[in-house]
């Protein structure tokens, strides 16, 4: 049982990152607005090829995470709030990760360019730890009972 719930983690947690990765991030952000590529410190060229891997590596993400979600399927009943659980903290910290460790500490690209970015970062750190909070919380509040121990 303990493998199922695993499974369902990992399967809600890529489809998480994925989505963040492929859909908030690329389709909006780079895409639709052309505010920033995946990696802004070089060539226009470099700038693109590098959206086409980030696309790549989200999209490979998410797929992954729906056949491990089919398999968890297959296996038996999926516990669809452990699977949101999963969901949410994948988002989020997919979202974390970008907004300080890309943005911030490797500075590869920023949220926007030419203006004040403090309302930008705060509210892309913010959604993140929130979703995050959620995720945890959900996954807690989920959490299956533990078979009692022989002898306790």
């Known amino acids: 049982m303990a493998d199922q719930d695993r499974r369902t983690l990992l399967a809600g947690t890529l489809l998480g990152a994925g989505t963040a990765a492929s859909v908030v991030d690329l389709a909006v952000f780079h895409l639709l607005l052309h505010w920033h590529h995946f990696y802004d410190l070089s060539t226009t060229g470099v700038a693109l090829a590098s959206d086409g891997l980030f696309h790549a590596f989200g999209w490979f993400t998410t797929v992954g995470s729906l056949f491990l979600l089919a398999d968890v399927r297959r296996r038996g ?4 709030r452990r699977w949101t659980g999963g969901l949410l903290l994948g988002l989020g910290a997919f979202q974390l990760f970008d907004g300080v460790v890309l943005h911030k500490v490797l500075a ?19 959604t993140a730890a929130l979703a995050l909070a959620a995720g945890l919380l959900l996954l807690r509040r989920s959490r299956p009972a533990r078979a009692e121990r022989p002898g306790r």
Do not use: K, M, N, S
């Open 108 to 126: 590869i690209h920023q949220i926007r360019y030419g203006v004040d970015l403090l309302v930008y970062d705060a509210t892309w750190i913010g």
């Open 77 to 80: 009943t999926v516990p669809w």
